[in-house]
């Protein structure tokens, strides 16, 4: 099902199965792997990546609100 069309191309929602099938980046399909194991996650991650030699490592870490969490820190007398 096509979202948007733009300049760029087609956005569309894919099976999520059919990732390796598609002409992407590496990058892109570490990202497809994350969501594939991550998926029943209600969790949001944020990733950074860098080149180990000429394949992504992407680096995975939950997003977290760091104001509820600065707040719950000042409450337990851990201000930083």
Request: proline share 1%.
């Amino acid at each position: 099902m096509t979202v948007r069309e733009s300049e760029e191309g087609k956005l569309s929602w894919i099976d999520v199965k059919l990732a390796d099938e598609l002409n992407v980046t590496a990058t892109t399909k570490c990202i497809f792997k994350h969501f594939s194991e991550n998926k029943k996650s209600s969790e949001i991650y944020v990733g950074t990546m860098k080149a180990v030699g000429s394949e992504p490592k992407i680096t995975w870490a939950l997003l977290e609100d760091w104001e509820k969490n600065k707040v719950s820190h000042q409450a337990n007398g851990q201000d930083s």
